[in-house]
């Protein structure tokens, strides 16, 4: 009974560069949520998607920064040009299909994200 | 705009003593309210979950207390066990699916 998974665990981009992070939910769940966890901080939310659909990305910022969850395969999060402050946390959750307001959501173990 | 607050940083509790984490919260949408257990470098994992139309649920040793008219909710762990050193977080939800985190409080259990 796989829980969620997030790949890679570590990743160091240099300025400017692409990072790609992946999310595969829990079986049976077609509910993503991305939320980023800045240091001796809370996770904060960022996008919340269901197949082929971005249901809410209040939390995103308005640039550099975009996410997807296909038909076929994990959610992705995309975060192009990174800079200094973009290093966190990053966590993926996931969810089975909602009934109104008792969802919960499971979290992977996350994605380090290093900018040098 | 903090909407959910854990105002306690840290907190040190003898072994087999109670932990007790507290937790307010502003906005008077949230209807569900979560906490989560987090250790370093892992994600959050889910322990107890209340809506707001209950205001106790236990689960063993776990039971989280929620006071609507004051906005408040706790976290009550008893007995403490070494491996409840962690760091907890509160979340609240208001139909909008999102999750709301709090700072989160460092428990230590000191055997």
């Known amino acids: 009974n796989a829980g969620v998974m997030q790949n890679p665990r570590h990743l160091v981009r240099r300025r400017g560069q692409e990072a790609r992070l992946r999310c595969s939910p829990m079986k049976g769940h077609s509910h993503v949520y991305w939320y980023r966890q800045l240091p001796e901080e809370g996770l904060k939310f960022m996008v919340y998607l269901q197949k082929e659909n971005i249901i809410d990305e209040s939390g995103m910022p308005k640039e550099r920064f975009s996410a997807e969850f296909p038909k076929e395969g994990p959610s992705i999060l995309r975060i192009q040009q990174v800079v200094r402050g973009d290093s966190a946390a990053y966590f993926c959750?996931?969810?089975?299909?909602?009934?109104?307001?008792?969802?919960?959501?499971?979290f992977g173990p996350g994605t380090r994200l290093t900018v040098l | 705009d903090q909407q959910v607050k854990q105002n306690s940083p840290s907190l040190s509790v003898q072994e087999g003593r109670i932990s007790i984490l507290n937790c307010d919260y502003t906005?008077?949408?949230?209807?569900?309210f979560l906490w989560y257990k987090k250790y370093p470098a892992e994600g959050p994992t889910f322990l107890i979950s209340?809506?707001?139309?209950?205001d106790k649920n236990e689960d063993g040793r776990f039971t989280v207390f929620l006071n609507k008219s004051a906005k408040h909710l706790s976290l009550h762990i008893v007995p403490s066990q070494p491996g409840d050193s962690a760091v907890y977080f509160c979340a609240a939800s208001g139909g909008a699916q999102k999750l709301v985190f709090g700072q989160g409080t460092r428990l230590t259990i000191n055997p």
């Open positions: 959750a996931s969810s089975p299909n909602w009934l109104a307001g008792t969802d919960t959501q499971y």
């Open positions: 906005n008077s949408m949230f209807d569900y």
């Open positions: 209340i809506s707001s139309i209950k």
